[in-house]
């Protein structure tokens, strides 16, 4: 079993900064796939980035390529979500994500454990 606790999500402009958290129990945080998804009202849960333990490689999404990135600590069994030039349509509920999977990181379907999710407010 993995527990995720997300936080850092809040209210900022557009333009600025946010960086959001994911705390992962557990002994065996460098064998997990995590991964950070987004939902906005009335849109399907959406992939954003993910980290792949078994590649070591990162992966986002268009939409955020060269304004978000993904980084984790095995250390500290944390992953992180640094968000630059936020922009009002990023306004979403950012989910954490993790499983052992080593495909289909893209997917939702994929991960069998999700945090509860942190509000991003993006005002112009």
């Known amino acids: 079993q993995v527990q995720l606790v997300e936080s850092g999500g809040g209210l900022v402009q557009a333009g600025g900064s946010l960086r959001l958290s994911c705390a992962a129990s557990?002994?065996?945080?460098?064998?997990?796939?995590m991964a950070w998804f987004r939902q906005a009202t009335g849109k399907e849960r959406e992939f954003v980035a993910g980290?792949?333990?078994?590649?070591?490689?990162?992966y986002h999404a268009d939409s955020v390529q060269g304004r978000f990135t993904i980084s984790r600590d095995n250390a500290k069994n944390t992953v992180y979500l640094q968000m630059n030039s936020l922009k009002p349509e990023d306004t979403a509920v950012y989910y954490c994500a993790a499983d052992t999977t080593t495909l289909l990181l893209r997917a939702p379907q994929s991960y069998d454990y999700w945090g509860q999710g942190t509000q991003v407010t993006v005002s112009s």
């Open positions: 557990g002994r065996t945080f460098s064998r997990y796939t």
């Open positions: 980290s792949s333990w078994s590649s070591g490689r990162t």
